[in-house]
């Protein structure tokens, strides 16, 4: 293997962070295979982000990256993501020394994919039951109160230009002014629509979106929008109509 720097990622934006599920795995690649790093990476979704990792190959020196998506199945559409978000990167570091990038195979299309698949079949697989813990609980009967609700994009293109580091920036700055859930209730979502504007940000019941909310311009949204109630106008999201319009006074108006 030439390449020097693997990144192994999984379609996360509809599941856990794939560090944990992938680290036995990558440890006995790891020491099949010295001299290489792996590591792990989210398309979309909680975790260090394709563009990030890739930023962390360039720091730790890296001459060739292979990128493998965890995904067990062929996705053309998580494939198409994969090069764009790569894309990106590349198009956005052009005058930088970059590592060779390449994308690897389908782990479906890959021939010992059949072996993998027996393995399983081998293991035999544990017994289902039905003691397994309720989908409902009294605990989730009721919707919470919160005074806002944040919604952060992380779907690929917010992940690939800085979300990740938004939804941190605006946890910590939370934090620091003892803003809990009950003030201000952050979800992580999937693509929220307008990608071309990503970051993208929305607060509710205020109705309002930011473009480009990366994470150095998290402090201003908390300071003046969430504390303070007025909007951050420069950064409102353009939208495709007027059905709701920041008012003077700083809460959105249905028009
Ligand atoms: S990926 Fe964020 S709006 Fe589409």
Not at 100 to 128: F, H, K, P, T
Not at 136 to 151: K, T
Request: with cysteine; charged share 20%.
């Amino acid at each position: 293997m030439s390449v020097d720097w693997v990144i192994v990622t999984a379609p996360t934006d509809r599941g856990a962070i794939p560090t944990d599920e992938l680290a036995p795995a990558l440890r006995t690649l790891a020491a099949r295979t010295p001299g290489v790093e792996f590591r792990t990476a989210v398309l979309g979704g909680d975790g260090r982000s394709v563009t990030e990792a890739l930023d962390d190959a360039v720091v730790g020196g890296a001459r060739e990256v292979l990128v493998v998506s965890g995904q067990t199945l062929a996705d053309r559409s998580m494939d198409a993501w994969f090069r764009r978000v790569i894309g990106h990167w590349l198009r956005t570091r052009a005058d930088e020394d970059l590592p060779a990038v390449r994308i690897g195979a389908s782990l479906c299309e890959v021939d010992a994919y059949a072996d993998v698949l027996a393995a399983a079949v081998d293991a035999g697989g544990a017994a289902a039951s039905t003691t397994t813990a309720p989908l409902v609980s009294p605990l989730w009967e009721q919707i919470p109160g919160f005074a806002r609700h944040v919604l952060v994009c992380r779907g690929p293109r917010c992940s690939a230009q800085g979300s990740g580091e938004s939804v941190s920036a605006l946890k910590a700055e939370l934090d620091a002014h003892g803003l809990g859930d009950d003030d201000v209730l952050v979800t992580v979502t999937g693509c929220l629509f307008p990608c071309a504007q990503a970051p993208v940000m929305a607060v509710y019941p205020d109705n309002v979106w930011y473009h480009g909310a990366t994470a150095d311009r998290v402090g201003r949204i908390v300071d003046e929008h969430l504390r303070g109630g007025a909007p951050v106008t420069a950064w409102l999201g353009e939208r495709a109509d007027s059905g709701a319009h920041v008012s003077e006074s700083g809460c959105a108006a249905q028009m």
